[in-house]
């Protein structure tokens, strides 16, 4: 190695230590008060988390603990109660879009009426790229989806794991620093559901997008993500934080055979089994 390789390689590390410091995401004390029936009820308690740069970090609980108004509060689509919300040490402002800020929604919202290639486009006309420049980025984006062939095609032409990779990319393609993603596979069966982990993995892993991926699916959260926070059912207040040290490159398939999983599995589920259990009694 040259001593010029050295330092450069010297030079990255101290930069990836740097890096890994720096706090994206840091939600404080935050409250969500909803009214239904003319009645009040606290929907998320006094949550308090970080996402740190470069960090993918599973927010998990049972169904209505609150992990869709968590992550419209950080996205600054929802208004909150009480607590703050940061995004690079900036507090964020409802209503305001962050164009370091990308988000799959819960839902399939692609448009029914646009191709494949103009659905992932959509982002790129609205901010006024022009054409040829945009028709780049959109076959590039296609290739990576693995929809080569399909750009011609509709929404309804497309099987549901074939739609859900069409909204990934519309959101990746505009670049964002910062990921949220709310269950945008839990629509899917477990084999294009570990297809989907595939891809986006392998997009993660070259990328290294900060990530906060909502989910009520423990197995994908392991597979997924560096850390995994476990939300109470409802109201959702912070119960658990678990590091998942399984290194990478990840196989979504091997590794679920692998007993590191099936320690990480079994060690979760007795936190999270008792909030299923909260919420069925509810
Ligand atoms: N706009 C609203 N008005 C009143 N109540 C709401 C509103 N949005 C959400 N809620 C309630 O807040 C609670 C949390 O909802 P939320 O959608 O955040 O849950 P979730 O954890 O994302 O659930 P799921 O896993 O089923 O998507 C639920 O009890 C829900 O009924
Ligand atoms: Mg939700």
Redesign the pocket.
């Known amino acids: 190695m040259t001593a010029a390789q050295g330092s450069s390689l010297a030079r990255d590390r101290s930069d990836d230590v740097a890096a890994a410091a720096r706090t994206r995401i840091a939600v404080q004390r935050l409250v969500k008060r909803?009214?239904?029936g003319g009645r009040d009820f606290v929907?998320v308690d006094d949550v308090s988390f970080e996402v740190k740069q470069g960090e993918f970090v599973a927010l998990l609980?049972p169904?209505?603990?609150?992990?869709?108004?968590?992550l419209n509060m950080v996205a600054g689509l929802l208004p909150r109660s009480g607590g703050r919300i940061l995004i690079d040490d900036d507090a964020v402002e409802t209503g305001k879009v962050n164009p370091r800020v990308g988000y799959v929604f819960?839902r399939d919202t692609l448009f029914p009426w646009r191709s494949v290639e103009q659905n992932i486009g959509y982002g790129l006309e609205i901010a006024g790229l022009p054409k040829a420049e945009r028709a780049r980025r959109v076959a590039l984006a296609v290739e990576k989806a693995g929809l080569t062939g399909f750009a011609q095609s509709f929404p309804r032409m497309l099987s549901g794991g074939m739609r859900q990779r069409v909204a990934l990319m519309r959101t990746l393609i505009l670049e964002p620093e910062i990921l949220l993603m709310d269950?945008p596979f839990g629509a899917l069966d477990t084999h294009t559901k570990l297809e989907m982990h595939k891809t986006l993995l392998d997009i993660w892993e070259r990328e290294r997008q900060t990530v906060l991926f909502?989910t009520?699916d423990l197995g994908e959260a392991i597979t997924l993500a560096s850390r995994i926070i476990l939300l109470s059912a409802?109201p959702?207040r912070l119960k658990d934080d678990f590091e998942v040290a399984v290194p990478r490159p990840r196989d979504p398939v091997a590794l679920r055979e692998t007993a590191e999983f099936g320690r990480l599995y079994s060690h979760i589920w007795h936190s999270l089994g008792e909030e299923f259990r909260r919420t069925r009694a509810d």
């Open positions: 909803f009214n239904a929907a609980g169904s209505g603990c609150g992990k869709s108004t968590i819960q269950e909502v009520h409802r959702g």
